[in-house]
């Protein structure tokens, strides 16, 4: 391709970018946190606003509070189809392109349509409403997203088959995470509130136990922060741009102080709700042939220790231990750098603050932090 023909093609995907509607994406651990209802309290504000909106599809689940929130708001016919002998309905997408409202509530983003629909999957659905120009706000719960199936399987132990493409969230314009903690969602599964009493004590012994709602929430946060960190990335000029906050701890074969170093820098991280590394560099004084087999056994422990924590463990062959350092800070990100407190001897701290130095000067050259950690 020529570079006319390059520019072009740029020029006309600008154009489509500009032409296709906003998209909005709620996110939830599991069903019964709260998505629907929020996507029709929302619709109301923009209806009272003055903005076209339409339901397209909403599965209210007949809970009562979601109902409630139907009515007042303009739905668009859904389509009935036969299959195997029974009327199902759909949502009737020509129906949304023909009327083209501003705006479309489309619930269900990971259903499967029925056979001889126009599009397989309603995420289909959703993306050639979205480039006809028309703005949707739809809902997934976490376990739907493709790329964790694996996660959510160990977890559950449930074979989720519906599943939603992770290119498809990262088409949204904006994505937000409906929160419950693991007791609130109990509770209103108890109530009655999400399923029917008959199906309460399956759910409480199968999907709705504590530790399994609690990993699932760590995944929505962590899907919902990534899809923040990415909007940063592409809308945010760098000029103008605040980096997000991102760890290393650079540790050394001595056990205890790094043990101590990762621990606290864990800390930190979960404050910030940040990425973090761990980084050993191994000098040809601690080669696999000459580092002594307990302080081995001691590195490898902690190096563990941080990958249960979250961390990122990082391991390189050097003799340079501040180069290192520096080129993974540049290659990551990193905003701040952790180190243990030097628990050295006064001619130690003599030999070695040449390259104390260098580490300083070079983090201030780059804009990162350093914290010494006792």
């Known amino acids: 391709m020529n570079p006319n023909d390059q520019n072009a093609e740029h020029f006309l995907n600008l154009l489509r970018q500009s032409r ?26 923009l209806l009272r606003g003055g903005i076209d909106v339409r339901i397209g599809f909403i599965e209210t689940h007949n809970r009562a509070e979601t109902m409630a929130l139907v009515a007042g708001l303009p739905i668009i016919p859904r389509r009935s189809l036969f299959y195997k002998g029974r009327q199902l309905e759909e949502m009737d997408v020509q129906a949304v392109l ?37 703005n949707v706000i739809s809902a997934v ?11 959510v399987h160990a977890i559950t132990g449930v074979d989720v088959t519906e599943r939603v493409p992770d290119r498809v969230l990262q088409m949204a314009d904006e994505v937000v995470n409906i929160d419950l903690t693991a007791d609130e969602l109990i509770t209103r599964l108890k109530e009655g509130k999400i ?11 199968n999907f709705f136990q504590a530790e399994k709602i609690l990993q699932l929430r760590e995944l929505a946060l962590r899907e919902v922060a990534t899809a923040v960190e990415r909007k940063i990335e592409t809308s945010v000029p760098p000029s103008i741009k605040a980096k997000p906050e991102r ?29 973090w590394f761990v980084l050993y560099v191994q000098t040809p004084a601690e080669s696999a042939d000459r580092i002594k087999l307990d302080l081995q056994r001691h590195l490898i422990n902690n190096l563990k220790l941080a990958t249960e924590l979250g961390a990122e463990v990082i391991q390189v062959k050097s003799n340079n ?14 905003t701040t750098v952790c180190i243990g407190k030097p628990h050295l001897t006064l001619v130690q701290i003599i030999l070695r603050t040449n390259a104390f130095n260098q580490l300083l000067n070079k983090l201030s050259g780059s804009d990162t932090d350093l914290i010494i950690l006792s």
Do not use: C
């Not at 906003?22 to 619709?43: H, N, T």
């Open 321 to 334: 231990i501040v180069n290192s350092i520096m080129a993974e800070v540049e290659k990551r990100n990193v």
């Open 98 to 134: 023909n009327l083209h409202p501003e705006l479309v509530i489309v619930d269900e983003l990971a259903h499967t349509n029925i056979p001889g629909s126009k599009n397989e999957k309603r995420w289909q659905d959703v993306v050639e409403i979205i480039e006809a120009g028309i």
């Open 195 to 205: 399923y029917d009493p008959a199906k309460v004590e399956t759910a409480l012994r």
């Open 20 to 45: 296709r509607g906003k998209f909005k994406v709620y996110i939830g651990m599991s069903a019964g946190v709260g998505k629907s209802y929020r996507m029709l309290q929302e619709a109301h504000g």
């Open 141 to 151: 719960n976490i376990q739907h997203i493709e790329s964790l199936y694996d996660e």
């Open 247 to 275: 760890f290393l701890v650079a540790i050394s074969s001595n056990h205890e102080i790094a043990r101590r170093v990762i621990r606290k820098t864990a800390r930190l991280a979960a404050y910030y709700n940040s990425r």
